[in-house]
């Protein structure tokens, strides 16, 4: 569910785990732990790994941002234990995964997992910092901790810093006293010089003078390619998932690959993480039901090309590997609109379904989806820049501007509401009913907003400066497009001319005597009213004129002149402060 839409940051957060026998990681074979073990919580899983005859193997034979997901998974200050059977290129790869905000490195994220190292034993401990690259120790020791050559003279050290030499007397080093290694730094050191004493050297000699930019610049450079091969692409690419596709077209280019029946393999992306990045995603009806028409070959290889788009969504959503919570929402926006663009292609068949999942890849069929998506949002858009919503006006009220807000998004999304009242979150287009309801709201917005423009001389620019100029913000956010009508209709019966301008409470008292007759109905006088209004219109948007009077009967039909509150006449009305 997403955020109230006073937040205008719209943000997807997961569902609630399904049945983990429905997911795509059972669903495609890729599950390496047991089934008792799907929904079984952080410990469990760790007990059961450190019980395997090979705790040592099976831990080598993940994928590094599986090992990664699973330590989060079990919690980072429990799972050091695994530390231990680790490759140093799995705990490279955990730096590039863990110790990092975007393109900043966090130089206290690798103190953390140090002390996790250490808390198994030496040998991990000296295993890590093997692992480390030279640079991000350089960086360590090139900022406010200082190394300095072996003739520093030790009373020229100003007094607000703590001043330790290496362990073989080769270097000084300075430290603020305040700073949060300070008191740490001589077992630190220690702890280096022990996993390798010679590159140490190397390290802090570098580090008198390299720049800390420089050293982040080819950190950055290095990260990128390892995390390439990890299947995560960078930002500016991942970015490219969203360019828009003309729907038409891509369908029969997709359509043309599965006529010639060559199987197009997902692009080269390395060992991947394919049980939790999958575990809890539940495809929608249509791609369930192609993948179990597929063999255990293919579901694997569709489950290859689909973990590589989770991260590629993920990258292009967040760019932030140290927010790995998030992936689980990156893999629930993938399917969806793996979904919807399956469901366009095949036409909802599915046996065409299935043989599009099985001679494309996922990237083609979200590319698809998204497209679909892509069309809402710029009618959405343009919808609202005409209705004011820069104004900070919701002229169309619930559902319609939640459905508005969401689709204008620039990766659209859909507002529950529509479907279940009782919802009041967003999710991501999944199916292409899921498009015709957004599309008939839209329609139906669009052409009540148009008799606006049209036949009684709306825009926001003017509502604001006249008839809205005297009220709060919360009062104007009220103001519905029924208001206007309604407001506008009682002008024309009092002063002979249509408006959106605020009645007073006098004119709202003489508008009741003469809209309603003695039984609450309207009076032919409103009716004629209505009816000159009407014209030739839509009879939709007559059905609109008449719910939203409607709405005015029920509320004032039978309601005496004297006995009416101004501030609920405010709900249906625009009235003077």
């Not at 450079?221 to 891509?250: I, K, N, Q």
Request: with cysteine; hydrophobic share 45%; charged share 25%.
């Amino acid at each position: 569910m997403l955020p109230p839409m006073s937040n205008p940051d719209l943000r997807l957060v997961p569902r609630t785990p399904p049945t983990p026998l429905h997911d795509l990681a059972s669903l495609t074979g890729r599950s390496t732990l047991p089934p008792a073990l799907w929904r079984a919580n952080g410990m469990k899983r760790l007990d059961w790994v450190l019980g395997l005859p090979d705790p040592a193997g099976y831990v080598e034979s993940l994928a590094t941002e599986e090992l990664f997901l699973l330590m989060r998974d079990i919690g980072e200050h429990d799972a050091y234990p695994l530390l231990e059977y680790a490759t140093p290129e799995q705990i490279q790869g955990i730096h590039d995964l863990a110790l990092w905000t975007r393109n900043e490195v966090q130089l206290d994220r690798w103190i953390k997992w140090l002390d996790l190292a250490q808390a198994v034993d030496l040998d991990t401990a000296i295993k890590y910092v093997q692992s480390t690259e030279p640079e991000l120790i350089e960086l360590l020791f090139c900022k406010d901790i200082q190394v300095h050559a072996a003739d520093l003279d030790p009373d020229t050290v100003p007094d607000e810093l703590a001043l330790f030499q290496t362990p073989d007397g080769t270097f000084w080093v300075t430290v603020p006293h305040e700073h949060e290694l300070a008191e740490r730094l001589p077992g630190l050191m220690k702890l280096l010089w022990a996993a390798d004493m010679d590159r140490m050297r190397d390290i802090f000699q570098a580090s008198r003078f390299e720049l800390a930019s420089q050293l982040e610049e080819t950190l950055i450079r290095f990260r990128g390619g390892r995390l390439e091969d990890m299947g995560f692409p960078s930002p500016d690419e991942a970015a490219e998932l969203y360019e828009r596709v003309e729907p038409r077209g891509t369908r029969e280019a997709l359509l043309q690959m599965v006529a010639e029946r060559q199987i197009v393999p997902p692009p080269t992306q390395g060992a991947v993480a394919q049980d939790l990045a999958l575990s809890g995603v539940r495809p929608p009806d249509l791609l369930g039901a192609a993948l179990r028409q597929l063999s255990s070959d293919e579901r694997a290889q569709f489950a290859q090309g689909f973990t590589y788009l989770v991260n590629k969504v993920f990258m292009a959503r967040s760019g932030d590997l140290g927010q790995t919570d998030d992936l689980p929402v990156a893999a629930g926006e993938a399917a969806a609109l793996v979904n919807l663009g399956l469901a366009y292609a095949a036409r909802e068949d599915v046996d065409q379904a299935s043989d599009l999942v099985r001679f494309t890849w996922p990237e083609q069929l979200f590319r698809l989806g998204y497209g679909l998506t892509a069309e809402l949002g710029l009618k959405a858009r343009k919808l609202r820049r005409r209705a004011g919503a820069s104004l900070d006006l919701h002229v169309f009220g619930t559902p319609t501007e939640e459905t508005l807000e969401g689709a204008a998004l620039p990766r659209p999304v859909f507002f529950e509401g529509l479907d279940e009242r009782a919802r009041v979150g967003w999710r991501p287009f999944a199916t292409l009913a899921d498009v015709s309801h957004v599309e008939a709201v839209i329609h139906e917005a669009d052409a009540v907003l148009t008799f606006f423009e049209t036949r009684l001389g709306f825009s926001p620019e003017a509502l604001m400066g006249a008839a809205l100029g005297e009220l709060t913000t919360d009062e104007r956010r009220q103001v519905r497009l029924e208001t206007l009508l309604r407001t506008g209709i009682a002008q024309a019966l009092l002063t002979e001319a249509f408006s959106f301008a605020p009645l007073s409470r006098e004119d709202v008292a003489a508008f009741v005597k003469l809209a309603f007759a003695e039984d609450g109905t309207l009076t032919p006088l409103v009716r004629g009213a209505l009816d000159r209004l009407a014209g030739d219109l839509d009879p939709a948007l007559v059905a609109w004129m008449e719910a939203a009077m409607a709405d005015l009967v029920s509320a004032f039909g039978r309601v005496a002149a004297h006995d009416l509150d101004p501030n609920y006449v405010a709900e249906l009305l625009l009235v003077r402060r």
